[in-house]
């Protein structure tokens, strides 16, 4: 039978076998990042919904694995923003009763982190990561084309709370595109952020080449090492050299 909600098997260089699960329509999220790998967001919301059935969703992912080798990481991604799924939390809770050795994890853009109901959700985690490319609102809404209802603020309070909750590692990555988020101001100030923050890695990248987006140029990539290299967190430079 075609597989609804589980895409191929994928290495992943930190998580290993990494099988992804999706539980959102393509594309439901609250930006609409320009780099986006999954394209233009379609239904842009900040609201919580039961897009699938968790029962449904969970069958699929046990049925996967009495039937394969099991994966060293499952990754709860959704169709774009993860916490839009009012059942996450749910569904995390019952994959990792039932594969307890089994990493899990999910990338979120941290919109919905205020809600005490997203961080409860994201806690049933074994490792959360986060996106964050920008401290500066400008470059912020320039690179991410957020949703109307997206605070800003609220983004940067929302992580720090649920540093303050989750006792388990969190990811930040941050994505540079040139025009977009390489002022000195947004990376310098990005850095006293993930310096406060104390993420367990923090993992910098850059635009995949696009038609219509420059290439950093060394200028810039060597500032933002020269930031970077100075936090007392884990760095790790994708697509760097
Ligand atoms: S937050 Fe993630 S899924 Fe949403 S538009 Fe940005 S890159 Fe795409």
Known sequence: MK???????LDHPLLGKLLPVDFSPLKTCSFNCYYCSLGKT???SMEREEFYPVQ????EVDSYMQKNDHPDTIFLTGSG??????KFGELARKIKKKYPSITITAYSNASLLTDPEVRKDFCECDI???????????????????HGNVKFENVLDGLKKFRTEFNKPIWVHSIFGDNFNISEENIIGLRNFI???KPDKYIIRK???EDDVKPLTDETIN?????????DCECRYMGFN
């Open 42 to 44: 379609t239904k842009m």
């Open 81 to 86: 923003e993860p916490a839009l799924y009012s």
């Open 3 to 9: 597989k609804k909600y589980l895409s191929e098997i």
């Open 195 to 197: 310096s406060e923050l």
């Open 207 to 209: 635009f995949e080449i």
């Open 223 to 231: 500032f933002i090492k020269s930031q970077m290299d100075s936090l």
């Open 128 to 146: 959360m990561q986060f996106n964050l490319n920008a401290v500066k609102a400008e470059e912020f809404r320039k690179l991410n084309r957020h």
């Open 56 to 59: 449904d969703v969970f069958q």
